[in-house]
């Protein structure tokens, strides 16, 4: 019986003192970390292939077979996680660019020797140059990646700790 007891007694306080190490590991694309050190913002990069990282309520770790890197969570400023390109914003922005200077151009171009400016002319040269615009526009927006960025500025230790599980089970990679 004194056994058994001390067998029960073992089993309860084992449960009672388990250490609880919340350590969660990702698999993660490119991001950028901006954190403090030595008094000023820095930023690290992490290329794009797949990254592991080991979130822990106090460290982030990347792999150590690739890096040699280890952040406190309380120096984390932000984080930019890669989603995608930048491919319709730059394409948007320059076909609107080639519109625009389209139909400056085509407004004052003067066919009918008169001195005044001309609408229809002006949409028809905008449309014409808008579309090469944003063709160029689009190839160099596929090259150009587009980040999310979550900033940090403000937060606990245990606020930044949940927001970076949160963002980090978003962007986990299945690989």
């Known amino acids: 019986m004194k056994t058994l007891t001390l067998l029960l007694g073992l ?6 003192f388990a250490q609880n190490d919340s350590s969660r590991t990702f698999g993660l694309p490119e991001m950028k970390i901006k954190q403090f050190e030595s008094g ?3 930023t690290y990069m992490f290329d794009n292939s797949l990254n592991i990282f080991t979130l822990t309520p106090s460290h ?10 280890k952040v406190d969570i309380k120096d984390i400023e932000s984080v930019s996680m890669r989603n995608g390109t930048q491919l319709w914003k730059i394409a948007g922005i320059a076909g609107s660019v080639g519109f625009f200077l389209g139909f400056i151009a085509g407004g004052f171009l003067d066919i009918h020797n008169s001195p005044t400016f001309h609408v229809d002319q002006g949409f028809a040269l905008g449309a014409l140059t808008a579309v090469p ?3 160029i526009g689009g190839i160099i927006g596929a090259l150009s990646p587009a980040f999310d960025e979550y900033s940090f500025t403000g937060n606990t230790d245990k606020q930044k700790y949940d927001a970076l599980m949160k963002i980090f089970k978003k962007y986990r990679q299945k690989r």
């Open 133 to 135: 615009f944003a063709l």
């Open 60 to 69: 982030l770790l990347p792999d150590t077979n690739r890096y040699t890197y």
């Open 11 to 16: 089993l309860l306080a084992s449960s009672i």
């Open 40 to 42: 000023k913002v820095v």
